[in-house]
């Protein structure tokens, strides 16, 4: 058997809850975290942007951020649950029309993903004006490879579920997507891994923005690609990058968990 990092290292593996209220809790807390770092990156875009979580029991509902609130404000206690209908069934706030159009129909079509991210990203929506996917010309970028989706349309601010089911239909099986004019949707198994695609997949724009500015960048051959892509790509390394991250805003923030 060959020896993988997998194999030797002391890595950690994501949590396991023996009720779905212990997996309710953690997921709204990831979630939570999930946004204060959104903020410290710079994703926040007035009140663009959301980041989604499935209920572990009701399937068919979803944690959200409440609307107009600031990625950097949001604590567990302030989340909404919205069913399948867009009314908010737990919270006191209002839903973002366009998070309950779009998620709710990747939710539906995607019975494998607990998470969805979208944010009106500086770089991501920059690349998405090209209607281009990524090509794998960083170590970071081949986590995308034949991974992600391109949505070539944009029809104003997507408000009506039809659209967020065209735009599930991009997606397909991928952990990624690319709405042109618009920005980046990401999903996971966990909040974790969701937020996780997102972060990387808009420094990943960031970095073929710059290298084509600059000049015309060498591409990553296919097989190599594809071999990174099963190294860096995986769900597994998508929950453990988000680690350090995580570290960090709960010891500065700690009040998110609330």
């Known amino acids: ?34 946004f204060r770092l959104f903020s410290r990156f710079g994703f926040d875009e007035g009140v663009a942007g959301h980041i989604t979580a499935r ?11 409440p609307f107009g609130m600031h990625f950097g404000q949001i604590r567990a206690s302030d989340l909404i649950l919205v069913n399948h209908r867009g009314e908010v069934v737990e919270g006191k706030y209002p839903v973002n029309g366009a998070a309950f ?19 009106h990203s500086m770089y991501g929506k920059s690349w998405a004006t090209l209607g281009r996917l990524l090509d794998p010309i960083t170590q970071d ?15 104003s601010v997507v408000y009506e579920t039809s659209e967020g089911a065209r735009i ?7 952990k990624a997507a690319i709405l042109r004019n618009h920005g980046l949707l990401t999903v996971g198994k966990c909040v974790e891994e969701a937020a996780w695609w997102f972060i ?3 420094r990943s724009c960031q970095a073929q923005l710059l290298a ?21 790509g995986s769900p597994m ?7 350090p991250m995580l570290a960090s805003i709960m010891r500065d923030e700690p009040e998110l968990v609330e």
């Open 1 to 34: 058997m060959a020896v993988t990092p997998a194999n030797v290292l002391n890595i950690p593996r994501p949590p396991t809850f023996a009720t779905a209220a212990e997996k309710r809790v953690h997921r709204k807390r990831m979630l939570a975290a999930a």
């Open 55 to 65: 209920d572990p029991e009701r399937l068919d509902h979803f944690w959200v951020n």
């Open 101 to 119: 159009a779009i998620h709710s129909q990747v939710h539906a079509a995607r019975p494998d993903v607990v998470a969805a991210a979208h944010a």
């Open 141 to 155: 970028a081949c986590a995308f490879y034949e991974d992600h989706g391109l949505f070539a349309d944009f029809t």
């Open 168 to 174: 599930a239909e991009a997606l397909g099986k991928y």
């Open 200 to 202: 990387t997949m808009d």
């Open 212 to 232: 084509e500015a600059a000049g015309v960048p060498v591409k990553i051959d296919h097989a190599t690609a594809v071999a990174t892509r099963e190294q860096v």
């Open 237 to 243: 390394a998508g929950w453990f990058q988000f680690q």
